[in-house]
């Protein structure tokens, strides 16, 4: 059992354990440990998301990664995606992100990224907890062999030309009038700045962090004041970015919402359509909604299932040789071009299609009915819900009732300390029936 890393790097409240200075201090020097492999100076590549607490997290991992040699590229405020980047364009050893993607401003995480720009694997974070734990003294570098810090210019602009890149070099959004949600976090100066240059009329929103309100009523997960705001300044498109800009959800220009599943069902479509594929089908969670599936069947094309997390997502593509994959959330992968999930380059690729279909946003991205789906969460102080008896006892009867006609899937969060029941199927009376029954008993067994 891993000790303070989860589904997605490490998580957790600003100051307490795990996310304190002393922690992030230890987590820098374990890590630099584990990545270096030689007597030559090794880099690490450091982003962060907007938070308050990301400036403490950030001097303590640069002390960690110093303190055994290893020199420090600051990138400031940019998204999770531009770090994967830029760990592999400039020949880091090792890429960190401090953000707490879509939670609030109280929680910061560290996320990692190896050298080849992809999230490491279970092993090495298990190794990095090993080495954060143990007596790192002697392994300390010597006076002259201690690593320095610097601030890398240009970042921003690196990372806006790489988004640009991912369309035809006569692709122009000229025409398009975009609301773009920033969520006040890692992508408020970027995004905007790239859909300019794209030529739209951009509308940006979100864009004024305070190192408090990242995420708070705006973002991917808050997307009212989205929907208002297109439909004011009657915008052709609403994009939605959470904290770390690693995730998207769209608009349309009637203020309805788009999620990843759609997102989805448009680039496999449009890329079948133009041979891109590189299988004939995409990588998607549990959590994905069984209209997504029968959609793509009725193309001729699977739906490969991973567990959540957009890790897992991107495991599975490598492994099998799939370049779309994603969640039902906004982690759109396209491997392609990018690592991990990068909101701003899959917001292009829908805008793209928009263009070469001449049709509304509400046209191009509604390409299936999705199946009745409801997802609750239960809220528990500690304890494992899932192993008391009852409340297996009625997953079974839930599964059960549904048969064949739908799905449920029941798990604790890798973030945050909560059970999450979905259930979907044709009959949504019998969904929301079951999700409520269960949410009662592993309500009672976590009180």
């Not at 270096?36 to 991992?61: Q, W």
């Not at 609403?238 to 009637?254: M, P, Y």
């Not at 991107?314 to 799939?322: I, N, Q």
Request: proline content about 3%; glycine content about 10%; charged content about 25%.
């Amino acid at each position: 059992m891993r000790k303070f890393f989860g589904t997605d790097g490490i998580r957790g409240q600003a100051n307490t354990f795990p996310m304190t200075a002393e922690m992030a201090l230890k987590v820098g020097m374990a890590a630099g440990l584990a990545f270096k492999n030689g007597g030559h100076k090794h880099r690490v590549v450091i982003g962060k998301d907007t938070r308050l607490s990301g400036y403490m997290i950030e001097y303590a991992l640069v002390a960690g990664f110093t303190s055994v040699g290893m020199d420090v590229f600051l990138l400031g405020p940019m998204p999770t995606p531009s770090v994967a980047m830029l760990t592999r364009s400039l020949r880091a050893d090792l890429g960190v992100m401090i953000s707490a993607s879509h939670n609030a401003y109280q929680d910061n995480g560290i996320k990692f990224f190896g050298p080849d720009g992809f999230k490491l694997s279970d092993a090495i974070e298990s190794e990095i907890e090993r080495l954060a734990v143990s007596d790192m003294t002697a392994s300390l570098a010597g006076p002259r062999d201690l690593g320095r810090a610097k601030r890398i210019d240009g970042a921003q602009q690196r990372y806006i030309e790489f988004a640009k890149r991912t369309l035809p070099r006569e692709m122009s959004l000229e025409g398009l009038r975009v609301v773009i949600d920033c969520a006040n976090g890692a992508a408020y100066k970027v995004a905007p700045e790239a859909l300019w240059e794209l030529g739209a009329d951009v509308i940006p929103h979100g864009v004024t962090p305070d190192g408090y309100n990242i995420n708070k009523d705006c973002g991917s997960t808050s997307t009212d004041a989205l929907a208002r705001k297109v439909h004011e300044v009657r915008a052709d498109i609403g994009i939605a970015l959470d904290g770390d800009a690693d995730r998207v959800i769209i608009v349309d220009e009637n203020g309805q919402v788009i999620d990843g599943d759609q997102l989805m069902a448009v680039v496999a479509q449009s890329w079948q359509a133009h041979d891109r594929l590189s299988q004939p089908g995409i990588v998607a969670t549990v959590m994905s909604n069984l209209g997504l599936e029968r959609y793509l069947g009725g193309l001729g094309l699977s739906l490969a299932r991973t567990k959540v997390g957009d890790r897992y997502v991107v495991e599975h593509m490598r492994a099998h040789g799939y370049n779309v994959g994603g969640e039902q959330s906004g982690h759109i992968v396209l491997s392609d071009f990018a690592t991990t999930g990068d909101g701003l380059i899959a917001a292009l690729q829908v805008m793209a299609c928009v263009k070469d279909q001449g049709r509304t946003v509400s046209e191009v991205c509604r390409r299936f009915d999705p199946v009745p789906q409801v997802l609750k969460n239960v809220r528990y102080a500690g304890g494992a819900p899932l192993e008391h008896k009852s409340v297996q006892e009625a997953i079974k009867d839930g599964e059960n009732r549904l048969g064949n006609s739908g799905r449920l899937v029941i798990r604790a969060s890798g973030t945050e300390p909560l059970i999450r029941v979905m259930a979907e199927g044709d009959d949504a009376a019998l969904v929301h029936q079951v999700v409520n029954d269960i949410v009662d008993v592993v309500a009672k067994s976590a009180a």
